[in-house]
């Protein structure tokens, strides 16, 4: 099955900072691969998906960024992080082929983020 | 209309209670349906799939209505260990892939 290893698992970055998360992916090949935020007390926003290498979907209009180098590496990113930009950021993949729906999905271990 | 919505709670039970959350979904569309699990500062790991017919995963049962479009999930003789959040997901078909989009969570808190 497959694993998402997240990191740093906690970040404490200034305004006006560059911000970049890195999620990889074990046990399986080509995977869509999602990036979720969830600030305090909210559910999780889908922030980016990517069905492939260099294929990036941005659902939210927002100073991030994301990337997709590698077919298991799933990179977010900020020039300048905003004060908002604070939340607890989760990476996703399918439990299953995305072809499956069924399976529902399976998350890192997040990396939560505060911007001060 | 929010996507998936929830009612967020808390909902403050006694151990040994049954207890029920819904979850409302807009999208006509989607396609498969899930109940997730989130404890504090944690992340949510899949708790069951939830299907037209209903399924039952020992003291947890999920239903769906597509009619209606709403899912439940009732939790029998509740445990301590059952306090968290209880998200709902919906599956949906875009442009060629699936997206899961997440309810904003009910919490539910069971004390002794």
């Known amino acids: 099955s497959q694993t998402i290893h997240q990191w740093p698992a906690t970040l404490v970055q200034p305004v006006g900072s560059p911000l970049s998360l890195e999620c990889t992916v074990e046990?399986?090949?080509?995977?869509?691969l999602y990036w979720y935020r969830q600030a305090a007390g909210r559910g999780l926003q889908l922030l980016f998906y990517?069905?492939?290498?260099?294929?990036i979907s941005s659902e939210v209009p927002q100073n991030l960024s994301a990337s997709r180098p590698q077919d298991r590496q799933f990179i977010l990113s900020s020039k300048k992080l905003l004060l908002s930009d604070s939340g607890f950021y989760l990476c996703?993949?399918?439990?299953?082929?995305?072809?499956?729906?069924?399976?529902?999905?399976?998350f890192g271990s997040g990396t939560r983020l505060t911007v001060v | 209309r929010k996507e998936v919505e929830q009612d967020p709670g808390p909902f403050n039970v006694p151990e040994g209670a049954t207890v029920a959350f819904n979850c409302t979904y807009s999208?006509?569309?989607?396609?498969?349906f899930f109940w997730y699990r989130q404890d504090c500062r944690k992340e949510p790991k899949l708790l069951m799939s939830v299907y037209s017919s209903g399924n039952e995963d020992g003291r947890f049962t999920a239903q769906l209505n597509r009619a209606s479009q709403y899912i439940s999930l009732l939790i029998r003789d509740s445990k301590l260990s059952d306090s968290a959040t209880y998200l709902c997901v919906v599956n949906k078909a875009l442009r060629g892939s699936y997206i899961p989009t997440f309810g904003r969570g009910t919490s539910l808190i069971v004390h002794p």
């Open positions: 999208n006509s569309a989607s396609q498969s």
């Open positions: 996703a993949c399918p439990l299953r082929s995305q072809l499956a729906s069924d399976y529902g999905y399976t």
């Open positions: 990517s069905v492939g290498i260099g294929q």
């Open positions: 046990g399986t090949s080509n995977p869509n």
